[in-house]
């Protein structure tokens, strides 16, 4: 059974939709857009199965972080 988007491509699975995974489960990130932090934590997302976004990550530079 395929796991993730990055699987389903090695598979040649194009039509792959993965489970939906309810937000609780993963968490959200406050690293600004387009920083290799950011990046980072979106590749994690990938390689476990997760969604790669999440409604309460941060979504631009200006936004302040709750602190």
């Known amino acids: 059974m395929t ?3 990055l699987e389903a491509i090695r ?6 939709e993965p489970a939906e995974i309810d ?3 993963f968490a959200a990130t406050r690293a600004i857009p ?3 932090e ?3 934590v979106l590749a994690a997302r990938a390689r476990a199965g997760l969604p790669l976004w999440h409604d309460d990550d941060r979504i631009d530079y200006e936004e ?3 602190s």
């Open 3 to 5: 796991k993730s988007v």
């Open 11 to 16: 598979e040649g699975d194009w039509d792959f």
């Open 23 to 25: 937000q609780h489960e």
């Open 34 to 36: 387009g920083t290799r």
């Open 38 to 40: 950011k990046l980072s």
């Open 64 to 66: 302040v972080s709750a």
